[in-house]
């Protein structure tokens, strides 16, 4: 759980692997870094998020790469933000010494982060002060691949075997005679390093505390907006931070997560790169982000949605940060996984898959940017209109749905759920503003999809809404987020019947929920995994819109103490032992933490959620 003081303890290492649990994340709007509390980095991609790895030890502890700053004989440590902040504390205590190391992704002096422009200054700051004692620092710089580096004025230039693209220099307050070396501490003694990048600061003046307290002041005038008053205060702000981090400032568009490739579950095959825009989380984070007094964010994020739509023509369910299509997925045999979880993935094969979905998320998102009275140009409601038209239609195709399954598609419920949504929005849309269109028969059509989901996916055996729109298959989690998206009211005995369901048979105990049982869904890849953090977050929305405030506040709790002691949460958890999975960290869980403590907070105060 988070814990701004937490108390030091032994550093762990699950098959010479970190757990994610012990991982923190800086990043400046353009890449992000995850920092273990050994002190070590094991994944940073540079100069983009989607970009390859410069560090990635967190694929292969051996070949992956890593820049390690830690004491020789470490005994225990611990983590913890600068408050309101992206700047990432480690404590570490040795055997002569305690030693307190202050790690960030620099920002520009002055950066204002609700700008749609990069606030990044393209190095990293590593700070090290000896608090107590002494203490023998080793500090390793090793890019994936190796790395060779020469003597520089000011320090070195180093040459990623990998990366010849980058231009990286190494700067420090104290002599570097190669990627590796050591230095006696006393008490007070300091030792600074910056990795650069792109442009090359090695002839600025130095000075990396300069560079901590201005990156941690743009944070902090960031944080100022933020209007949340509810349960979890700490850990909500947290999270606000953390999608910060996910986003990319200059582009307004939203990684997943920032990693590729970590497992659900250990050994299993489930690896997928999140490094890249899905339309959908990007409609549940202008949401989130909106309701806590980020509307610059949530325009942003917007307006990258309807541009990447323009782009493309036809709506794709992920893109890269710049709104292009995504890589195709291809495996990294030269690296052997998280915990030896091959295979390691680089780009996505679902992104060309049929997700119905996206048409209500894309008009969604259009009718969110327009609320302000924002004007529709005749060719943007040309091409929302076409989709409206398609989702009038292709409900009644197969698709992937939400999940993305790898094996034959289906008629999913939420996918048609979501073809209501775009149809409810589009006839919104053309209605307020005036608009030319067949909006009565949106209209029409959208009630008609409404009453086929309380209807043809109701199983009268199982007294629940089915994953599919026929009433067969098995139960789906994603069924919770209908009431969230209007398209039926959480209190219509129907959902209430299934949200009862799936609470009971998809639970994985302590308020934890599976997506849905592959024994019953079969999604065309071998193995299990865990429980989907956001699921159990949709959970609490229901029990509020069904009037089960104390049910609903209980069960938050007990998520939000899930989180690392940093404040993070991952995509799902072990059930059975309450270990991390999945890419870390997961922006759909901060989004629930966030969604569902402004509900619950609302609630609490007479107000609707």
Excluded at 335 to 358: C, I, K, T
Aim: hydrophobic letters at 40%.
């Amino acid at each position: 759980m988070l814990d701004p003081d937490p108390p030091f303890r032994p550093v762990r290492r699950q098959e010479g692997y970190p757990a994610l649990e012990d991982l923190g994340l800086i990043g400046d709007g353009t890449t992000a870094a995850l920092v273990s509390v050994d002190g070590s980095i094991p994944w940073l991609c540079l100069p983009r998020f989607d970009s390859d790895p410069l560090l990635c030890g967190l694929l292969d502890r051996e070949h992956g790469g890593h820049f390690t700053l830690t004491v020789d004989g470490l005994r225990e440590a611990r983590q913890f933000y600068e408050p309101d902040t992206a700047v990432l504390v480690t404590e570490l205590r040795g055997p002569t010494g305690l030693v307190r190391i202050t790690d960030a992704l620099a920002l520009r002096a002055g950066a204002d982060l609700s700008d749609d422009a990069g606030g990044g200054r393209g190095e990293l700051v590593r700070s090290a002060v000896v608090q107590a004692g002494t203490a023998r620092l080793r500090a390793e710089l090793e890019p994936r691949g190796d790395g060779q580096s020469r003597a520089l004025y000011g320090g070195l230039e180093v040459s990623a075997s990998r990366r010849p693209d980058l231009r990286l220099h190494l700067r420090s307050n104290r002599p570097l005679t190669g990627l590796r070396t050591e230095h006696d501490l006393q008490e007070g003694d300091r030792l600074d390093l910056v990795l650069s990048w792109g442009r090359i600061h090695r002839h600025h003046r130095f000075d990396p505390e300069v560079m901590v307290r201005q990156t941690m002041e743009a944070w902090r005038r960031w944080m100022r907006k933020c209007s949340y008053g509810g349960p979890q205060e700490a850990l909500v702000r947290r999270s606000v931070i953390t999608l910060k981090l996910c986003d990319d400032w200059g582009n307004g568009s939203l990684v997943a997560a920032p990693t590729s490739s970590l497992p659900a579950p250990i050994g299993g095959a489930r690896n997928w790169d999140y490094r890249y825009t899905w339309i959908r989380d990007a409609a549940y984070s202008v949401f989130a982000l909106r309701r806590v007094g980020f509307e610059e964010e949530a325009d942003a994020f917007l307006g990258w949605v309807l541009d990447a739509f323009e782009q493309s023509r036809r709506p794709r369910i992920m893109y890269t940060l710049d709104g292009r299509p995504v890589p195709e997925e291809i495996h990294d045999a030269g690296l052997e996984g998280y915990r030896r979880s091959a295979p390691v993935r680089w780009g996505n094969g679902a992104a060309d898959q049929r997700q119905h979905d996206v048409y209500g998320e894309v008009l969604d998102c259009a009718d969110q940017w327009l609320l302000p009275g924002r004007e529709l140009q005749p060719a943007l409601w040309s091409g929302l209109s076409e989709l409206a038209e398609t989702a009038a239609h292709t409900w009644q195709q197969p698709d992937q749905g939400i999940w993305e399954v790898r094996s034959e598609g289906r008629i999913f419920t939420y996918s048609v759920g979501m073809c209501q949504v775009a149809l409810n929005r589009a006839a919104a849309i053309g209605e307020r503003l005036c608009l030319s269109g067949p909006i009565d028969t949106w209209r029409a059509t959208a009630e008609k999809l409404r009453r086929l989901i309380l209807d043809q996916a109701w199983n009268e055996e199982k007294q629940c809404l089915s994953e599919h729109l026929d009433g067969s298959g098995g139960l789906d989690a994603s069924l919770l987020a209908l009431p969230l998206r209007k398209v039926v009211p959480a209190d219509h005995p129907r959902m209430a019947a299934t949200t009862a369901a799936i609470a009971e048979r998809l639970s994985a105990g302590d308020g934890l929920l599976y997506r849905y049982l592959h024994e019953d869904s079969p999604d065309g890849l071998a193995g299990d995994e865990g429980a989907f953090m956001l699921c159990s977050f949709w959970l609490v929305d229901n029990l509020i819109l069904q009037g089960h405030q104390d049910r609903a506040a209980d069960l938050y709790a007990t998520l939000c103490a899930r989180a690392n002691p940093v404040g993070l949460m991952p995509e799902q958890i072990d059930p059975s032992t309450g270990t991390f999975m999945g890419n870390f960290p997961q922006a759909f869980s901060h989004i629930g933490i966030i969604a569902s403590g402004v509900n619950l907070a609302r609630a609490e105060g007479g107000t609707p959620a």
